[in-house]
């Protein structure tokens, strides 16, 4: 997957330098080649390509927080402080 992206930059760069060095392009048009040609729909493939990996390591990632709720002996599966840790501030009468 990644080596078809640095291709893709590749490409897109090699077209931005020579619409940068052309004498009817310009250093603007070169910028604007690169970002909506290379960087934006790169961007946009990766994302949808790594959804199944981000939600692999979701599901791995409450698998492990509910499997570490059941073996804390004070957890009663919420997430929150447990009872009883910190004595309240003591007044004087």
């Known amino acids: 997957m990644y080596l078809v992206a640095i291709g893709w930059i590749y490409v897109v760069l090699m077209m931005a330098i020579a619409e940068a060095v052309s004498s009817q392009g310009t250093l603007l048009g070169a910028v604007i080649t690169f970002a909506l040609y290379g960087v934006m729909p790169l961007a946009i493939v990766l994302y949808i390509l790594g959804t199944p990996a981000r939600k692999r390591a979701l599901r791995e990632a409450e698998r492990r927080g509910a499997a570490d709720a059941i073996a ?5 599966g919420r997430r929150h402080a447990a009872r009883g840790g910190i004595a309240a501030e003591r007044e004087e009468p």
């Open 72 to 76: 804390s002996d004070e957890s009663d």
